[in-house]
Antibody, heavy 119, light 110 residues
């Protein structure tokens, strides 16, 4: 079965770029009609949808983050990635990658990775 | 996009039923049947409990059910069990081709 695993630095300095990768195992990122998404959760707070990428490369982003977010896919590595520029302490959160299935729901999630923005 | 509105907390005794509401607008909840509900235990990733308003994924107990009326969706849990104690989030597709989550509801089983 398909599994997702986030990876990347756990500490990022303010004003720098947060970069995370989600590795897909147990299946090809190119097969099927799926959206591959990033969702985050600050400590003690709710979920915030960041954005998604289709296997064709088309993207959708949260309007509040759109100016700073880029999501890309690398089919050769079976991975998709998140870049968030000009980070501040407000971007400190657990970041999840997830797969949006054809029934319009997130059936599969990664375990999440904590990213702290601090000098 | 604004977060969907959920009550901060609900509680119930074992065996009882509870309902969690999720209010949006005609641009999200009211305009689409793509409403889903997620359960999240502390330190864990969210788990899908309901999709497309009222459908249960394989393996999810039939004690969980969903519905929608206008701009408000609801999650009902019947026969409450201790293991149901968790945070619950609703989510809806939007007219901007994005997704929006609710603020979350903490369910306490008394």
């Amino acid at each position: 079965q398909v599994q997702l695993q986030e990876s990347g630095p756990g500490l990022v300095k303010p004003s720098q770029t947060l970069s995370l990768t989600c590795t897909v195992s147990g299946g090809s990122i190119s097969s099927g009609s799926y959206y591959w998404s990033w969702i985050r959760q600050p400590a003690g707070k709710g979920l915030e949808w960041i954005g998604r990428i289709y296997t064709s490369g088309s993207t959708n982003y949260n309007p509040s983050l759109k100016r700073r977010v880029t999501i890309s896919v690398d089919t050769s590595k079976n991975q998709f990635s998140l870049k968030l520029t000009s980070v501040t302490a407000a971007d400190t959160a657990v970041y999840y990658c997830a797969r949006e299935d054809r029934d319009n729901a997130y059936h599969i999630w990664g375990q999440g990775t904590l990213v702290t923005v601090s000098s | 996009q604004s977060a969907l509105t959920q009550p901060a907390s609900v509680s119930g005794s074992p065996g009882q039923s509870i309902t969690i509401s999720c209010t949006g607008t005609s641009s999200d909840v009211g305009g689409y049947n793509s409403v889903s509900w997620y359960q999240q235990h502390p330190g864990k990733a969210p788990k899908l409990m309901i999709y497309d308003v009222s459908n249960r994924p394989s393996g999810v107990s039939n004690r969980f059910s969903g519905s929608k009326s206008g701009n408000t969706a609801s999650l009902t849990i019947s026969g409450l069990q201790a293991e149901d104690e968790a945070d619950y989030y609703c989510s809806s597709y939007t007219s901007s081709s994005t997704w929006v989550f609710g603020g979350g509801t903490k369910l306490t089983v008394l």
